[in-house]
């Protein structure tokens, strides 16, 4: 389980800390598929990459299984959680199956060798992501949808029970947006990952998710339900609309 208690997100400057949310507190249970959402510019990124460590909290503190994140080493967290963010590879010359297989850092050693157990997980990483008739392309070949869906099977076959993705869905047109959703609510529901993501896509978003941080881009975040979010009139209120 992860949780996170009074969470200060914001940077650090030598004129003085500029907070962008205050006083945030939640928790998220396995299986569930949690979605950060706000308006560009509310600190979605910034609030993911702060739950995770790669970015210094102004304040409080998060807990996964009842121990704290930073108590974690390295090596102990990349077994605990694993990140997908917007970057794309540029390694072009790499076959799929060779960047899936570097989702196995965490166990094979300081050689990288693959043991039987590795390849398994890598072959069962690329058909949960449904993307195993592409394992032996080149990086470079692959469509946006492709090399997103990939970098999701590359986390995957860390086998943690986390996943964090920042804006999985940025730059993908509408077909492949609806696919990567579907695909993270079926990780959820029939493989019990946990699921936390930053998204400007509200309406994914409140459709497959369990869990939203909603960011009102004024300091304040709304964590519940999509159906009480909805019903206390939220989503009209923070994206201006008029429905």
């Not at 794309?88 to 799929?96: A, E």
């Not at 986390?162 to 077909?175: N, R």
């Not at 509200?202 to 869990?211: F, H, I, K, R």
């Not at 975040?221 to 609309?241: C, H, N, Q, S, W």
Request: hydrophobic letters at 40%; proline letters at 2%; a neutral charge.
């Amino acid at each position: 389980m992860l949780k996170a208690e009074s969470l200060l997100v914001g940077f650090r400057k030598s004129t003085g800390d500029k907070v962008l949310l205050k006083d945030l507190s939640f928790e998220v249970q396995p299986g569930t598929l949690c979605c950060i959402i706000g308006r560009n510019g509310t600190g979605k990124t910034t609030l993911l990459r702060s739950i995770i460590g790669l970015h210094p909290l102004l304040g409080g503190s998060v807990h996964l299984d009842l121990q704290l994140l930073k108590g974690y080493s390295s090596n102990q967290l990349a077994r605990k959680l694993a990140i997908v963010t917007t970057e794309r590879i540029k390694l072009g010359y790499l076959k799929v199956s060779e960047l899936v297989a570097l989702g196995r850092h965490p166990y094979t050693g300081f050689w990288g060798y693959l043991s039987a157990k590795d390849k398994d997980a890598i072959d069962h990483a690329l058909e949960q992501a449904g993307i195993k008739n592409c394992k032996d392309k080149t990086v470079d070949k692959l469509s946006d949808g492709e090399h997103q869906k990939v970098m999701i099977a590359r986390a995957l076959a860390q086998e943690t029970d986390l996943l964090f993705l920042d804006e999985p869905t940025a730059h993908l047109d509408l077909v492949n947006r609806v696919s990567v959703f579907r695909l993270l609510k079926k990780l959820c529901k029939e493989h019990g990952k946990t699921v936390v993501l930053s998204t400007h896509e509200l309406d994914l978003g409140m459709e497959v998710a369990d869990q939203i941080i909603m960011l009102d881009g004024e300091g304040k975040t709304y964590v519940d339900t999509p159906e009480k979010i909805k019903a206390a009139g939220l989503i009209d209120r923070i994206f201006d609309l008029n429905l």
